[in-house]
């Protein structure tokens, strides 16, 4: 897997993951859910970067110009809920992608610490020979993408895979990087050292989806 990590990088990311940390500003769902949005918007931007172009003529009104401009297929998944302000991001500067949705949540099933991640749906295109992107704003244990990947055998067989992130943990990047595929890039804003007991990314900010959409049951 190849880690694009922006974290040590100086740049206007670090404003938008600051307020996203903020306990004060956090309490806004709104602006928590625009910061993910540009979040998504710069780490898409530097992907495009690394994808196949092609070359087109533009005619103008007062003449032709050649330019360099995307080829890929390329398949946005999001996982729900947390990354939906994420897949929006991303289709604002995608706008020709398809779109794929997968839901997956923690289930802990003595209520204790220890938990297993449920996929329990997931619509989406055939992803043979495309570019997979997957979403997800917190990549904590690793353990979700792991089972997004495994309810993608269905699909097809892509033949690159991106995962966009905002903030993640060294354990749960350690964790991907002997599952997924060695030419997977990792788009991430920021990276923290360590989980908690529960699979929480310390320091983190707390929970994504529940700081964009409400407390769920």
């Known amino acids: ?28 769902s709104m602006r928590f859910r625009k910061n ?24 103008t009104p007062l003449g032709e110009k050649e330019m360099n401009v995307p080829e890929t297929d390329l398949v946005v998944c999001s996982i729900l809920r947390a990354a939906l302000p994420l897949h929006t991001g991303v289709i ?7 779109n794929a949705y997968i ?18 749906y ?20 690793g353990k979700t993408l792991e089972n997004v990947l495994k309810a993608f055998k269905t699909h097809g067989t892509p033949k690159q895979i ?14 991907i990087k002997d599952i997924f595929p060695e030419n997977t890039h990792l788009w991430i804003a920021a990276v923290d050292e360590k ?7 310390i320091p983190g900010l707390g929970d994504a989806g529940d700081l964009a959409f409400g407390v769920k049951l």
Request: charged letters at 25%; one cysteine or more.
């Open 1 to 28: 897997m190849i880690v694009h990590d922006f974290s040590n990088e100086k740049s206007i990311l670090n404003q938008f993951i600051l307020e996203m940390r903020d306990v004060s500003i956090q309490k806004d």
């Open 36 to 59: 993910i949005e540009r979040i998504g918007e710069i780490l898409c931007y530097e992907m495009s970067k690394t994808l196949q172009y092609k070359k087109e003529i533009v005619k």
């Open 92 to 98: 604002s500067f995608f706008d020709k992608a398809e």
């Open 103 to 120: 839901s997956a949540y923690r289930h802990h099933p003595e209520g204790g610490y220890d938990f297993e991640v449920i996929v329990n």
């Open 122 to 141: 997931l619509a989406s295109p055939s992803i043979e020979g495309k570019t997979l992107l997957l979403t997800d704003p917190m990549l904590a244990t």
């Open 162 to 175: 991106h995962i966009l992130s905002i903030i993640g943990a060294k354990p749960g990047i350690a964790y």
């Open 195 to 201: 989980l908690n007991s529960r699979g929480y990314i």
